[in-house]
């Protein structure tokens, strides 16, 4: 065919692939099996077009903004762990306070 390029030749191989897996292997079963079909068949066409995965030009910054909010997280994490042993400190003592004064009868 003249004018064929060679992405539109890729296009039309991973369609057609794809297809003819999903049209031997879907004939019957529930849905979760033909999702499951589904994914094994795009992987496949995936693996035969060559496609690979790239890093995105902006992942630097995401890693910096997720470390970042990690940071700010462990920070609210620790808070309230010392917040909550705080609380359990002054409850004991409150407890052990009354147990002393007699306000609490022991059995």
Request: proline residues 1%; glycine residues 4%.
């Amino acid at each position: 065919m003249p004018g064929l390029t060679a992405k539109v030749f890729r296009t039309f191989n991973a369609s057609i692939t794809l297809d003819d897996m999903l049209n031997k292997e879907t004939k019957e079963g529930d849905v979760v099996e033909k999702i499951l079909v589904y994914q094994h068949a795009n992987k496949q066409v995936a693996i035969i077009c060559n496609h690979q995965r790239s890093v995105s030009k902006s992942h630097s910054s995401q890693i910096e903004k997720l470390t970042n909010k990690i940071g700010e997280l462990q920070v609210i994490v620790g808070e309230i762990k010392h917040s909550q042993a705080a609380h359990v400190t002054n409850l004991w003592r409150d407890f052990s306070s009354e147990l002393i004064v007699g306000k609490i009868k022991c059995f």
